[in-house]
């Protein structure tokens, strides 16, 4: 099965930039999504299909995803931002979603 | 505006069974399949299949394929998701998400989420 690897944790000072990688086996060939989830809430949608936002979502996020890795870029980073994020995929060989471990970004 | 309503928090012993519901408004029913997606306690997230409202036909994951079910009735906009033989590792929040398109994958609108606990 196709799997999708997160580091656990990623910490990052406030106003810096926040990277957060998602690899997977040629995960450049694949749509990716990304979300954050907070406390006792639901995820909520931040990039899909590389770089796009839905509406509401800044222009501090976005997304690149190439080779074997995939990133989620988190610019100016505020105490807000402090969350979850998940990195998604459909896999067509076995016709389910994937989802990656999951990334605790802290904000300094 | 589109909203997806899950029914409460449930408490079940070990061996039974329980059925989340998960309620759509604000678009076209069968215009977007239903995920759903649970979350042990201090755990990622884990895809457990999906429904097409349309048709009704489903894709479970693998690890859930011997003890789970997808249902749906189009006359209230309403998914069903119900899973047997519940274990202490069943312990989470269940979540019911919309996708457009059966690879789509994209998870645009949540339910609130079901808590669904297996204590004896």
């Known amino acids: 099965s196709y799997v999708l690897t997160q580091p656990p944790s990623v910490s990052v000072a406030p106003g810096k930039t926040a990277r957060i990688t998602c690899g997977g086996d040629?995960?450049?060939?694949?749509?990716v999504r990304w979300y954050q989830q907070k406390p006792g809430q639901a995820p909520v949608l931040v990039v899909y299909d590389e770089s796009d936002r839905p509406s509401g979502i800044p222009e501090r996020f976005s997304g690149s995803n190439s080779g074997n890795t995939a990133t989620l870029t988190i610019g100016s980073v505020g105490a807000g931002d402090e969350a979850d994020y998940y990195c998604q995929v459909w896999d067509s060989n076995s016709d389910h979603v994937v989802f990656g471990g999951g990334t605790k970004l802290t904000v300094l | 505006q589109v909203q997806l309503v899950q029914s409460g928090a449930e408490v079940k012993k070990p061996g039974a069974s329980v059925r989340v519901s998960c309620k759509a408004s604000g678009y076209t029913f069968i215009s977007y399949y239903i995920h759903w997606v649970r979350q042990a306690p201090g755990q990622g997230l884990d895809w457990m299949g999906i429904?097409?409202?349309?048709?009704?036909?489903?894709t479970y994951a693998q690890k859930f394929l011997d003890r789970i079910s997808m249902t749906r009735d189009t006359s209230s906009s309403t998914v069903y998701l119900e899973l047997t033989s519940l274990r202490s590792d069943d312990t989470a929040v269940y979540y019911c998400a919309r996708a457009f398109g059966y690879s789509g994958s994209l998870f645009d609108y949540w339910g609130q989420g079901t808590s669904v606990t297996v204590s004896s």
């Open positions: 040629n995960i450049g060939n694949k749509n």
């Open positions: 429904i097409s409202p349309s048709g009704g036909t489903t």
